[in-house]
T-cell receptor, first 112, second 111 residues
Framework: DAGVTQSPTHLIKTRGQHVTLRCSPI?????VSWYQQVLGQGPQFIFQYYEKEERGRGNFPDRFSARQFPNYSSELNVNALLLGDSALYLC???????????FGPGTRLTVL | KNQVEQSPQSLIILEGKNCTLQ??????????LRWYKQDTGRGPVSLTIMTFSENTKSNGRYTATLDADTKQSSLHITASQLSDSASYIC??????????FGSGTRLLVRP
C-alpha cells in the first residue's frame, strides 16, 4: 500500500508569487490535514478537510487556502508569498476526522 | 492557551544507552497523546498513542507513559541504536481534529 504522497518535493519561489502544493492520501482515507513546520519547531496546523469540506482552520492568514477533490486528494494554495512562508509543508491523511493521522514526506518550500 | 512543552531540547547519548524524554501539556480538553519520530526533512511517524485512561504503552524499544493528573508524559528509549537519531515530537489532541505539537527533542546517538 502506498503511503501519503506529496508533490513537489522541493520548491523555490520568490516573494509575491503564488504556490500550489499537492497531496494524495492513503487509499480509503477521507480526511486530509495540512501543517506548516518551520525549521526547528513542531508542525503548526493549517487546515483539515473531510469529505471535501473544511472541518477546521488554524491561525493562518487568508493567503492560505485549500481544497479537497472528489478522489480525496488535496491542494494547499499560498498567495503573495512572504519570506516567512519558507517551511516544510506536511500533509497527513486519516480515515476520519478523529482517527490517527499518517504523514507524507512533506514539501520543502523556500521563498527568496 | 493550549501548549505542549518538551525537554530537553536536544540530547546526545552513546549507542546502547537508555534515555527518557519529557513532555508537559496544558491542552484542554484532552483526547489523546501521541509520540512521533521525525527524521530530518521527513514527515513524522507515529510511535505510540495513549488515551486518558492509559498509563503506559510500548512499541518495541520505545515505552511511553502518561500521567493525566499532572499532565505529563515521557518517552523512554532502551538500548539506543544509531537509527534512533531523530527528533521526537509529543502531540496532544483536543477533543476534536486539532493536534497540538511540541517543538520536539533532537536526539543524537553516537557510536
Amino acid at each position: 500500500d502506498a503511503g501519503v504522497t506529496q508533490s513537489p518535493t522541493h520548491l523555490i519561489k520568490t516573494r509575491g508569487q503564488h504556490v500550489t502544493l499537492r497531496c494524495s492520501p492513503i487509499s480509503g482515507h477521507k480526511s486530509v490535514s495540512w501543517y506548516q513546520q518551520v525549521l526547528g519547531q513542531g508542525p503548526q496546523f493549517i487546515f483539515q478537510y473531510y469529505e471535501k469540506e473544511e472541518r477546521g482552520r488554524g491561525n493562518f492568514p487568508d493567503r492560505f487556502s485549500a481544497r479537497q477533490f472528489p478522489n480525496y486528494s488535496s491542494e494547499l494554495n499560498v498567495n503573495a508569498l512572504l519570506l516567512g512562508d519558507s517551511a516544510l509543508y506536511l500533509c497527513a491523511s486519516s480515515w476520519g476526522s478523529y482517527n490517527e493521522q499518517f504523514f507524507g514526506p512533506g514539501t520543502r518550500l523556500t521563498v527568496l | 492557551k493550549n501548549q505542549v512543552e518538551q525537554s530537553p531540547q536536544s540530547l546526545i547519548i552513546l549507542e546502547g544507552k537508555n534515555c527518557t524524554l519529557q513532555c508537559n501539556y496544558t491542552v484542554s480538553p484532552f483526547s489523546n497523546l501521541r509520540w512521533y519520530k521525525q527524521d530530518t526533512g521527513r514527515g513524522p511517524v507515529s510511535l505510540t498513542i495513549m488515551t486518558f485512561s492509559e498509563n503506559t504503552k510500548s512499541n518495541g524499544r520505545y515505552t511511553a507513559t502518561l500521567d493525566a493528573d499532572t499532565k505529563q508524559s515521557s518517552l523512554h528509549i532502551t538500548a539506543s541504536q544509531l537509527s534512533d537519531s531523530a527528533s521526537y515530537i509529543c502531540v496532544v489532541s483536543e477533543s476534536s481534529y486539532k493536534l497540538i505539537f511540541g517543538s520536539g527533542t533532537r536526539l543524537l546517538v553516537r557510536p
